[in-house]
């Protein structure tokens, strides 16, 4: 390719509308991608995805199956890559690129407005959630990426129907569905945007939608079946700790979602701009429709036995905003072309994008601290003062049974270094043996300390005297043969170790 060709095809490249906030994101995304270490959500990532797909099949068995799917993509990509912090993230940060790219390429298809197209993808960018879940080593920036790409793809299936266009679009909300269950309540914001579009068509179009909409959601739906299924037995123990919404929780959670109260009442403005503009009325109230209709319904099912209502579950609505706000940014540069020129109104549209941005700059900065997914336990620091210590024949007893979810045993077996290995004690099977997220303990735990000369002992909070935090059985069965010789504190977090007696 001679110089001239290839400037050409980076001229057309960066001429994308899509081009810009997908880079921005990769760029934001990126931005200190390791110091946050892992928290307990992504810990169970990782211990998932690094088993062998058998074992993975089998411990979908029993949890966890609502993120089947996200589970084996990232089984796949650690076994090619490795399972560095970085590496486990970097699908987020990839995906959450994508989700930018989809919010910007729907905003100029509704709207019709590089402009709008452009600041609906960057709107998402400055948003802490997408950022923070950008660098989560979880399946909802996969979600937001999937959902956002199902919506354009419906959104030209609708205009223009094909196999092509539907098929990529079944093959998105499978996709969805798959990392995700909760995303499927998206179809319940998307149908009244197809009755809409509907209404308003040509009577041809409407006879082929009847059957090929359906049609479509059902190749969506029908790979899912086994998961839901699956899904619905483990609600109880998996959802169990989250209580059924009040309305006041529905009334802020969009200001959770959207990071302040500030930052949603500009995204709102700017949405009500975008329905007030001549042209745009439609457009808008179908973005709205998909940002707001899902939450609502997740709500009002969260009402029954088990609730879905976190705004983290419903992260994938976020692009929706996005786009929507967008248009506002779109309908201000329109108004700004009769009275400016380009380069004027295209820095007006930029810094209206940047306000949300600036105000939330606090958070941003929060979210890549150290402790930036998880205040409460320092897993990194126990595994070094375990590391530092270590012996070969030691021996580890961390938080199980009541306390499994808090992940600690696996966190700090994660940032142990390679030949620090201390033998578990009081399990009699681990997580991997039991098909499961969790070890299981020994019924007896006297029968489970073992021989060895010395145990490292993890528990949660800050004691000097650690044995009160086990249970009855297990600080009696370490007393009769080990003493404490040293006890540091970490955040949130003792490591104390045993030395035999006798």
């Known amino acids: 390719m001679n110089s001239n060709a290839l400037a050409r095809a980076v001229t057309r490249l960066t001429g994308r509308v899509w081009f810009w906030p997908a880079l921005v994101t990769l760029l934001v995304g990126g931005w200190r991608l390791s110091t946050p270490q892992l928290w307990r959500d992504e810990i169970s990532t990782w211990t998932a995805s690094t088993r062998g797909l058998g074992e993975l099949a089998q411990m979908l068995q029993h949890v966890d199956a609502s993120n089947g ?22 699908p987020s940060v990839l995906a959450m690129a994508g989700a930018a790219a989809f919010s910007a390429l729907t905003a100029e298809r509704l709207f019709r407005s590089r402009a709008a197209g452009v600041a609906g993808g960057l709107l998402l960018v400055v948003l802490p959630a997408a950022d923070r879940y950008a660098q989560e080593a979880r399946a909802y920036a996969l979600v937001a990426c999937a959902v956002s790409a199902a919506t354009w793809l419906l959104l030209r299936a609708l205009d223009r129907p094909g196999f092509g266009r539907w098929a990529g679009y079944s093959a998105c909300m499978a996709l969805a569905g798959g990392a995700h269950l909760v995303s499927l309540s998206t179809l319940s914001g998307q149908l009244p945007l197809v ?11 409407k006879l082929r939608l009847l059957w090929q909409y359906p049609l479509a959601v059902l190749a969506a739906v029908l790979p899912v079946v086994p998961l839901i299924v699956l899904g619905s037995r483990q609600s109880g123990r998996q959802l169990g700790w989250l209580a059924a919404p009040g309305t006041a929780d529905l009334r802020l959670f969009w200001d959770v979602l959207l990071s302040t109260s500030t930052v949603f009442h500009l995204f709102l403005a700017l949405a009500a701009l975008t329905l007030l503009w001549p042209g745009r009325r439609l457009a808008g109230v179908q973005l709205l429709l998909l940002a707001v209709v899902p939450v609502v319904v997740v709500w009002a099912v969260s009402q029954g036995s088990t609730s879905y209502f976190l705004d983290r579950y419903l992260l994938f609505t976020l692009p929706a905003w996005a786009s929507l706000a967008g ?12 009275l400016a020129p380009v380069p004027v109104c295209a820095v007006l549209a930029l810094a209206v994008v940047a306000v949300p941005g600036w ?28 590391a530092a210590g270590y012996r070969p024949g030691d021996g580890l007893v961390a938080p199980y049974g009541e306390q499994n979810w808090t992940m600690i045993g696996a966190g700090v077996d994660f940032y142990l270094p390679d030949g620090v290995r201390p033998y578990p004690v009081f399990l009699r099977s681990s997580a991997a043996e039991a098909d499961d997220l969790y070890p299981v303990e020994c019924a007896v735990a006297a029968q489970c300390v073992g021989q060895g000369g010395r145990i490292w002992l993890v528990t949660t909070g800050e004691a000097t005297d650690p044995l009160p935090a086990l249970s009855a059985d297990k600080a009696q069965a370490l007393r009769a043969h080990y003493a404490p010789t040293e006890v540091r504190q970490v955040r949130g977090l003792t490591v104390t170790l045993l030395t035999r007696t006798g």
Do not use: C, E, K, N
């Open 69 to 90: 799917v996200y589970y084996v993509i990232m089984h796949g990509w650690t076994t090619v890559l490795g399972d560095s912090p970085v590496m486990l993230r970097l």
């Open 195 to 205: 009755l809409l579009h509907l209404w308003s068509t040509r009577r041809a179009v």
């Open 327 to 338: 248009g506002g940014v779109g309908a201000l540069y329109a108004a700004a072309r009769r």
């Open 359 to 386: 105000l939330v700059l606090p958070q941003q900065r929060a979210i890549r601290g150290a402790f930036g997914h998880d205040w409460h336990q320092d897993y990194r620091s126990a595994a070094g003062l375990i």
